[in-house]
């Protein structure tokens, strides 16, 4: 399939990179295409960034049926442009549309869009230190129809904004409060995939969290409420005397690919990185017996984010006396130099955009 490009006639100044923050700015085009059941994809074209005209019965705004990925284009010391495991992204993508009954993406053609928007919009990847431009493809059902059925008409657009340093006060740790009321998912439900409905729910314990000034929500399994799961928008990881730990993929946990790349590093660095049930109870005797070294956060957006408090209800965890811990530097120094492309890339995970 072709892609049909009609160019900005009216682009944008480009801001700033210390006005950027996240998610604000968008830049001159997006890549947009159609699928219906009996034609398939189709009319797959980059047009001017603009708003979409959608019919008021549209079985997104009624139902939910909605899923979004997010990668970055980052920019090389040599000025070059490259992505961070592209495919992975496009192969969850699909993983969520089949939970959700939307259509399958052709993985190449999908690549092929991604790569072409960006190379379109090359000048906007931004190249001040950590900046980077954010990639979010998403699709959504689209049947002019309030009968509550599977999708015959969907869209699937990719939009693009370029995005400041996540650390503007460096890489500092982070309090997180562990909700025990609210739940994000159940096996079964939707937890592994990324869609929106996800977020929906969760914005209630965010917003409590954010009261009472703690920066993200740590969820727990909904059935037990013991197990710790993931945090906000990122996964999450426990340095326990020398093993690493996060929690097992058990179908409420969005499978991050950064948590897949962290992972991947510490095994070929030689640290035994387990992946099991974690509960509460474990963190608490851990944390009592000085056995709990580190904890941190990590997802495209932040890529690692060092914890230092977890707090639930009255009682405080202090991890590592507050200060981010060898690991957790050495994985941010390793994953950002990689993707940056400051240090060379060994594992095949980088993909440059020409
Ligand atoms: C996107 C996301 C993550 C992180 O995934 P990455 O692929 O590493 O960016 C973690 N948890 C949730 C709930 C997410 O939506």
Known sequence: MEIKITKNPNPSPKTPADKLGFGKVFTDH??????????????????????????????????GAEIFEGLKAYRTPSGAIQLFRPLENIRRMNNSAERMCLPQLDEEFALKALETLVSLEKDWVPSEPNTSLYLRPFMFGNDAFLGVHTVNNCTFLIIASPVGSYYKEGLNPVSIMIETEDVRAVRGGTGYA??????????????????????????????????????GAMNVMFKVGDEIVTPALTGSI???ITRKSCIELLRDRGYKVSERLFSVDELREACASGALKEAWGCGTAAVVSPIGHLVIGDEIFTINNNEIGAVTQELYDTLTGIQWGRLEDKYGWIYPVK
């Open 30 to 63: 997006m890549f947009i295409m159609e699928y219906d059941h009996d034609n398939g994809w189709h009319d797959a074209r980059i047009v001017p960034f603009g708003n979409l005209s959608v019919h008021p019965a549209s079985t997104v705004f009624h139902y």
């Open 194 to 231: 990324k869609c929106g409905g996800n977020y929906g729910a969760s914005f209630r314990a965010g917003k409590k969290a954010e009261e009472k000034g703690y920066s993200q929500v740590l969820w727990l399994d909904g059935v037990e409420r013991k197990y710790i799961e993931e945090v």
């Open 254 to 256: 969005l499978p991050g």
